[in-house]
């Protein structure tokens, strides 16, 4: 089977140029710079062509790794050019839009909204994989991808574009707020000066702010400000952190051993849920 990645040249482009290349797909990837794509299609032994457009032609499946702000580009580009029996995948951080966009355009073809909750360091087993199929033929086509993917390794969810991104509110956006604000408060701080006697749990926070503070910026942005649900629950946060401020301010030592106590049962609970 043939595959285009569109946006090949990039992190998540060249990670999935490699996983379905190990797959047994016949990849062929296009980038922005012509240039990047032949280093990266010498790099991971797949095919690298001038444009858009021509990465579509012989494609049967066609995946999209763009940046939301971007997708709307791409679409309007490749959309006269796509087939019946196509079917073409985004994998976006954000489903509503970019699925409301791909239903604009391409209308003779299965498109099928994804998020990989992952980043492009990530081995693929056991990561949680979401489709958000919305008609009939989606959801068709989302069981039998879906299936291929359970295959590989991966946890496959099954919501809405509107729960997904309902969810990625409190979840991703908060999480990356939470990396960026601490990487914030570090260097205002200067724990660099600490870093040879830092302790096990600071060397693992460490690890997690630097997997944001690496990661795309305009993505992020996005994640941050065009994300309906984010700012509601950073603006929670920032209320419990406030709260947990002035218990240690006025030292309530009873409660604050009685909430620790109550989240670490909460915590277990949540994890759970991830089996």
Do not use: C
Request: aromatic residues 10%; proline residues 3%.
């Amino acid at each position: 089977m043939k595959i285009a990645i569109i946006g090949g040249t990039g992190q998540m482009g060249e990670w999935f140029s490699r996983f379905f290349k190990n797959s047994g797909y016949d990849v062929t990837i296009s980038g922005r710079k012509y240039k990047k794509s032949i280093e990266v299609s010498r790099k991971l032994g797949v095919k690298a062509v001038r444009g858009n457009v021509e990465a579509v032609k012989n494609a049967d499946v066609i995946l999209i790794s763009v940046l939301p702000q971007h997708m709307e580009d791409v679409l309007k580009e490749i959309s006269p050019h796509i087939r019946e029996n196509q079917k073409v995948i985004d994998i976006a951080s954000v489903k509503e839009v970019p699925v409301k966009l791909m239903h604009s355009y391409i209308k003779n073809a299965v498109v099928l909204g994804t998020h990989p909750m992952f980043g492009p360091s990530a081995k693929k087993e056991n990561q949680n994989f979401i489709l958000t199929p919305t008609n009939s033929k989606e959801r068709k086509y989302a069981s039998e991808f879906g299936s291929f993917l359970k295959k590989q390794g991966f946890s496959v969810r099954v919501m809405s574009p509107e729960e997904h991104d309902a969810m990625i509110g409190e979840v991703l956006s908060l999480t990356h707020f939470i990396g960026l604000v601490t990487a914030d408060a570090w260097k205002r701080m200067g724990v660099d000066k600490h870093m040879k006697t830092s302790s096990t749990s600071f060397r693992f926070l460490s690890d997690f702010v630097k997997s944001v503070v690496d990661s795309n910026p305009g993505l992020y942005s996005y994640l941050q400000m065009d994300v309906k649900d984010a700012e509601k629950a950073e603006r929670l946060f920032i209320d419990s952190a406030n709260q947990w401020v002035e218990m240690v301010r006025k030292k309530r030592r009873e409660e604050f051993s009685s909430r620790m106590t109550d989240l670490s049962r909460y915590v277990e609970r949540i994890q759970k849920n991830w089996k």
